[in-house]
């Protein structure tokens, strides 16, 4: 596990999820606002998630699916995820969460730092995803990482491009985890993963 500082100096501990990881996501994505829930999956869901969007959420495999989380004191504080699609595998549909308490820490930049490190190594050229036009903390998110957002409707569509050889803010602050980042072992709709849900960002 990677100690993290967030801004208020505060540490939390960065590694890869885990299959063993259901319960702790369970718990996680209950303790969330009914805000945060909507923000991330579009809809109002329920403090129990129904059990094949958390079995989607759990299978990671280290290689299509590849999750991230926070934790600090056996709680899960934040998740991020990327999921390859089959069609493109250097393309992929990336998501973070961070729990309401940490919001404004830097937790979803930092989740999602690791995240593009982990993907550059596999191969991944691109992160794809979409958030509410309304989510005003996931969009400054985005662009600190420098994405190119496009409005449509009440949704705003997202790509992030890892390897395009431009040095973007995101890249050099980044580069000293990239470094660290060794081994680290999700989303529009993949219809592969049973239950999966859209692709968003969600907040920080």
Do not use: W
Request: net charge positive.
């Amino acid at each position: 596990m990677l100690p993290m500082p967030l801004r208020d100096g505060t540490y939390v501990a960065v590694r890869p999820q885990t299959r063993e990881d259901r319960p702790l996501l369970a718990d996680f994505f209950a303790d969330l606002s009914p805000l945060s829930r909507y923000q991330r999956f579009f809809t109002g869901m329920p403090p129990k998630l129904p059990t094949r969007m958390l079995d989607a959420l759990s299978d990671v495999d280290g290689r299509r699916h590849v999750g991230i989380v926070a934790v600090r004191d056996d709680r899960i504080l934040g998740a991020a995820r990327y999921l390859r699609r089959a069609e493109t595998p250097t393309v992929a549909d990336v998501a973070f969460t961070v729990a309401d308490e940490l919001h404004g820490r830097g937790l979803g930049g930092l989740l999602m730092r690791e995240l593009q490190a982990h993907a550059r190594r596999r191969g991944i050229t691109r992160f794809v995803f979409d958030m509410l036009a309304t989510n005003d903390a996931a969009h400054a998110v985005a662009l600190s990482l420098g994405a190119g957002l496009r409005r449509s409707g009440t949704t705003v569509e997202g790509v992030i491009y890892i390897d395009s050889g431009a040095d973007t803010p995101s890249r050099s602050s980044a580069r000293a985890m990239v470094r660290r980042v060794a081994t680290h072992r999700p989303s529009r709709n993949d219809s592969s993963c049973s239950g999966s849900t859209p692709t968003t960002l969600q907040s920080r």
